[in-house]
């Protein structure tokens, strides 16, 4: 049974009975918000949908997403994750076009986009588990990455208002919906925003509080920091702000990533201290305010020999101890200072075999159709999240980067936002993730073409739990994290 709402104090979360909850879990990701390196696609989740539509049929197209959202989380994920695992909040990620066609209305809410949503809920309500809603695509886009599905690399979401006024409708709508589920811990507006002017985001996450407190009083408001959530700065104190609010941030590091130079994490006393700044940078609001934490998104990469990496033992075990540091940095993180640990959601629950907690089996359905051309992809380097690109194509890139440096002045290398991407990070975002995965999706559309009903039911049985390979070693890891 659901103990209440959760709510807020001081720097914890605590329940209806003011005992502290520390929620941990994972975001169930690539389900209601594809993203290309969770499932294998390229590019943008909204094209390849596209294409794949075009390629296949609008009825074989609905039977095989059908399939795929009744099979990526069932009872036996919510059982699993819940009794072995021990997690009681999953984070739910979803797309705005789950509930609205801007080619049709952006007001105009279809409700298939709640029955979805309900089923995963409702499910996890049944076995204990809190649920975080995400809204991890809006119209335009809230950044300037791949997986706010804009299809574009800047954040236009912030430049009109009619999409700012949809995502608003949308969320009165959820709120509406969702005001008496106790199990739902609460809304997470925005995924990552970033924008250059960070008054806007300030003023949209203002403007949605006022609209939504009057019909939902008690749900928790999740508020990603600004760049990507790891930016704070320019948010008023609580006080003048938003009650009820846990300030969210995303704890990625480059440890725990691929690089074109291969070293690997050996933690050194300079390595794990700059794991601790980089967590204690973010959160000095936090500590400024004596607010709480909640860490939305972080967690390395891991290699396999199926995606073609050397040695990945080697590889994994140094991923692995970047992932125990920082988890050692969060068990201590309260802003509060008294030595309790922080909620967090580490990315992701099931995917391909890059990040997941679980992972399609590499003699799936999913691996003989789509095997070769994942290879492919992998050494062209289309995804940038977790994949090494081959050396020589890498050059390429360089070349051009280098290229637009020796033209431009010093002092602009850093003038577009965000200032820390590199003119081979726009590079990158501009002419793989868009341009080259545009024409990678017709190749990757083409793999499904012939494929019986029964091939496409088989395919994405590939994501269901008794058909899924378990990552022991990183469930292991996590599951010691409040003992």
């Not at 329940?15 to 290309?36: R, S, W």
């Not at 990552?192 to 003023?203: F, G, W, Y």
């Not at 190749?443 to 019986?452: H, K, P, R, T």
Request: with cysteine.
């Amino acid at each position: 049974m659901s103990t209440g709402f959760l709510t807020t104090k001081g720097t914890k979360i605590v329940d209806a009975n003011g005992k502290q909850v520390v929620l941990v879990g994972t975001a169930i990701a690539g389900h209601l918000n594809m993203e290309n390196f969770i499932t294998g696609y390229p590019g943008h989740e909204t094209e390849h949908k596209n294409v794949l539509k075009k390629k296949i049929g609008e009825e074989k197209f609905n039977f095989f997403f059908d399939k795929f959202y009744e099979y990526f989380w069932t009872e036996k994920d919510a059982d699993f994750y819940k009794n072995e695992l021990g997690f009681n909040c999953l984070r739910i990620p979803f797309n705005y076009r789950h509930f609205i066609d801007e080619e049709v209305d952006l007001f105009k809410i279809d409700p298939k986009g709640f029955e979805r949503l309900d089923r995963v809920i409702d499910i996890c309500s049944k076995y204990g588990i809190y649920t975080v809603l995400d809204l991890h695509a809006t119209p335009g886009g809230q950044n300037q990455d791949w997986h706010v599905d804009s299809g574009i690399h800047k954040s236009s979401f912030f430049d009109f208002k009619v999409f700012q006024d949809s995502m608003v409708n949308l969320w009165i709508e959820l709120a509406k919906h969702y005001k008496d589920n106790t199990w739902v811990a609460g809304f997470n507006p925005l995924n990552e925003p970033a924008v250059s002017q960070h008054k806007k985001l300030v003023n949209f996450y203002q403007r949605l509080h006022d609209e939504i407190r009057p019909i939902d009083p008690n749900h928790i408001f999740f508020l990603d920091a600004n760049t990507y959530s790891m930016d704070f700065r320019q948010f008023p104190a609580p006080k003048d702000f938003i009650p009820n609010a846990v300030y969210s941030i995303h704890d990625y590091s480059t440890f725990g990533f691929p690089n074109i130079q291969g070293t690997l994490y050996t933690a050194s006393d300079a390595e794990k201290e700059k794991l601790k700044r980089q967590y204690d940078r973010k959160v000095e609001y936090h500590h400024e305010h004596n607010v709480p934490v909640w860490n939305g998104e972080f967690g390395p990469v891991y290699a396999s020999k199926e995606r073609g990496d050397e040695d990945p033992d080697t590889i994994n075990r140094a991923r692995y101890q970047v992932l125990k540091d920082q988890l050692a940095i969060y068990k201590k993180g309260d802003p509060s200072g008294d030595g309790t640990p922080i909620s967090w959601s580490i990315w992701l629950y099931k995917d391909i075999g890059y990040q997941g907690l679980t992972y399609v089996d590499p003699e799936s359905k999913w691996y003989k159709v789509f095997g070769e051309f994942l290879l492919k992809k992998k050494k062209l380097g289309l995804d940038r999240w977790g994949n090494d690109i081959d050396p020589e194509y890498n050059q390429l890139y360089e070349n051009l980067a280098n290229h637009i440096l020796e033209n431009v002045p010093e002092k602009y290398h850093h003038a577009l936002y965000p200032h820390h991407w590199t003119v081979l990070d726009w590079l990158f975002r501009v002419s793989k993730d868009q341009l080259f995965s545009q024409y990678a999706q017709y190749e990757y559309a083409d793999l499904f073409v012939g494929l019986s009903f029964e091939e496409l039911d088989e395919l994405a049985a590939s994501f269901k739990f008794e058909n899924i390979k378990l990552r022991d070693e990183l469930n292991d890891i996590l599951k010691d994290y409040k003992n």
